[in-house]
């Protein structure tokens, strides 16, 4: 049996996969820090895992079929905790490029997260934010970003959220649930790294190269990313495939005894999307907004 974690991060998957069963693993990640720790994982399970430089979006790539795939599709601590300007709450350069770090290079070519806000138009940087953000104050933001850039250039985390905390209403900031930036910095970065076309791409592939029985299995951290699982969960789940069979098998007259039927070849194995219980969440803060989705190849 083999197995593919297509956002390998801190590696939690591919080592609980490994040490539950006698099976191998093929680990990616666009993130070149990520990828280093699992070759160094990989010494303590020789010959059972694997490890590849690459984007989730570009499994075809691997040209093989597995088991079971798992996606993570949220930020590891190990990014949140970083200085590649992931996090409002750390001041840190404004990057957020996922697939690259100053030691190792880039995986491919990204716009990091300072140009973006100090180079891209007003109306450009609202739709980013509203796009990708569903920030309700996104016009108001890229206006008063737009006004500040003009006086001193907008090249770390914590002038951004200033930037952020003068836009907003007072009197929202203080009765929301979340902090006023989180928003504009999950835009940012879902833009910077497409994360919602890896996706997508992500999910069409892994669907293809499932061997019959394996299983999909997604985590998703906001709405955006739930609903494209949501729909292509519920697209998948409606094919079906066509097979003839004879009705009467001792008959000698061939085409007019072809009968056909159809049978599913994928089903939904969550009715609605699993959260964590109030238990983890006590334990890990960060799992309280994650959604887990599960498909299953049957044919």
């Excluded at 049996?1 to 680990?27: F, P, Q």
């Excluded at 190792?104 to 300072?114: F, K, Q, T, V």
């Excluded at 669907?207 to 029985?213: R, V, Y």
């Amino acid at each position: 049996m083999t197995y593919l974690d297509a956002t390998y991060g801190e590696g939690g998957y591919t080592k609980r996969i490994l040490d539950s069963a006698n099976c191998s693993v093929v680990a990616i990640d666009q993130d070149p820090s990520a990828v280093e720790k699992a070759r160094q994982l990989s010494c303590l399970y020789p010959d059972r895992l694997s490890v590849e430089w690459e984007q989730f979006g570009n499994i075809p790539k691997l040209k093989r079929t597995f088991d079971g795939i798992v996606l993570d599709i949220g930020l590891s601590s190990s990014q949140l905790d970083s200085n590649r300007g992931f996090s409002f709450q750390r001041d840190a350069p404004l990057d957020m490029r996922m697939s690259y770090t100053p030691q190792h290079g880039a995986l491919r070519r990204l716009i990091p997260a300072n140009i973006i806000v100090n180079q891209f138009s007003r109306e450009k940087l609202a739709s980013i934010f509203s796009s990708y953000g569903q920030e309700r104050f996104a016009g108001k933001i890229a206006f008063e970003i737009e006004k500040r850039r003009e006086q001193v250039s907008i090249d770390t985390t914590q002038q951004l959220v200033d930037v952020v905390l003068a836009a907003v209403p007072a009197a929202y900031a203080q009765k929301a649930k979340i902090h006023p930036a989180t928003r504009v910095f999950q835009a940012l970065r879902i833009y910077i790294n497409d994360e919602l076309g890896q996706l997508q791409s992500a999910l069409a592939a892994a669907i293809e190269i499932l061997n019959p029985g394996g299983r999909l299995v997604v985590v998703s951290f906001h709405s955006l990313e739930d609903s494209i699982v949501k729909k292509f969960f519920r697209s998948a789940s409606q094919q079906h495939e066509r097979q003839h069979y004879m009705t009467d098998p001792t008959s000698n007259n061939g085409a007019n005894d072809l009968a056909e039927t159809s049978t599913s070849v994928f089903r939904i194995l969550t009715k609605s999307a699993v959260t964590a219980s109030t238990i983890e969440v006590e334990k890990n803060s960060r799992s309280r907004s994650a959604k887990l989705r599960a498909l299953q190849r049957i044919v």
